[in-house]
């Protein structure tokens, strides 16, 4: 009850579906379950094929309940940090390349000037196609999702993609729309965006790569360019940094 008021609907799904995932638990008392239980958890997972970061979030959730648990005295260890997982992560995004950031740049495909703005903000999808009109400022905008770490934070928009978003939003202003997405001249829908324009936007830049791969790009950028470890956490809205530089910063053997 504490925690969920931190937290949002879909990361409250989550927690329900890592819940799903633990039926060889789910007629034992707490108190009674030890790291072995836990574990033969994971490895039922692992057998199944799924991936890392589903098999980390069941171990989210195993760490979730022990705290509360210890903290109620109904156990009085956690075994929960005995267990852990070989399961390997099946896509971790991509880095998109300086030669397809240039073609999106001179495209003329109107999707590219939604993936310009996600470039230069590093906000996930939904957070662009959800922000207000009345919480835009020329060069940031107040919005976000998820975690309470992630609502309602500013998010700068970089130099890059500053003119893209501005046109943005003078026409969602000139059309009294309510989303900054109302100044987009195509879909306005995010799922009827990306099986449309932003499929053809690919078609033309040559490289393959998913919206939420700009988010892992300009992470990376950040980081390359020297951007606090706090500060880019902050900016990208993530609860812990550990996040922030296990899941969206690629750094390759020469940044090394």
Same mark, same amino acid.
């Given at each position: ?58 171990? #989210?959730?195993?760490?979730?309940? &022990? ?9 009085? *260890?956690? $075994? @929960?940090?005995? !267990? ?86 003078? #026409?969602?202003?000139?059309?009294? &729309? ?9 879909? *306005?829908? $995010? @799922?009827?965006? !990306? ?62």
């Amino acid at each position: 009850p504490e925690h969920e008021r931190q937290i949002s609907d879909a990361a409250k799904a989550t927690y329900r579906a890592a819940f799903g995932h633990c039926e060889l638990l789910h007629n034992m008392k707490f108190r009674a379950i030890r790291a072995s239980d836990f574990q033969a958890v994971i490895i039922a997972m692992e057998q199944k094929g799924m991936s890392k970061s589903s098999c980390e979030k069941v171990l #989210q959730l195993f760490g979730q309940l &022990s705290a509360w648990a210890m903290r109620e005295d109904i156990i009085h *260890k956690d $075994y @929960s940090k005995f !267990v852990d997982t070989i399961a390997q992560q099946k896509s971790e995004g991509i880095v998109i390349s300086k030669q397809a950031i240039a073609t999106i740049s001179a495209s003329q495909n109107p999707a590219a000037q939604i993936v310009q703005i996600l470039l230069a903000t590093g906000c996930r999808p939904n957070e662009l196609f959800n922000a207000k009109t009345a919480q835009c400022q020329p060069t940031y905008f107040i919005g976000g999702s998820k975690t309470a770490a992630g609502k309602n934070r500013i998010i700068a928009v970089a130099e890059s993609g500053r003119a893209a978003y501005q046109q943005l939003l003078a #026409q969602a202003n000139a059309g009294g &729309s309510e989303l900054l997405i109302g100044g987009y001249e195509g879909n *306005k829908n $995010y @799922s009827n965006w !990306v099986k449309r324009e932003f499929n053809e936007l690919l078609q033309e830049v040559g490289q393959t790569f998913t919206p939420y791969d700009c988010r892992h790009t300009f992470a990376t950028q950040a980081k390359r360019s020297g951007v606090d470890p706090q500060t880019l956490r902050r900016m990208m809205g993530h609860a812990t940094l550990q996040t922030t530089d296990k899941y969206y910063t690629h750094l390759d053997t020469n940044d090394i």
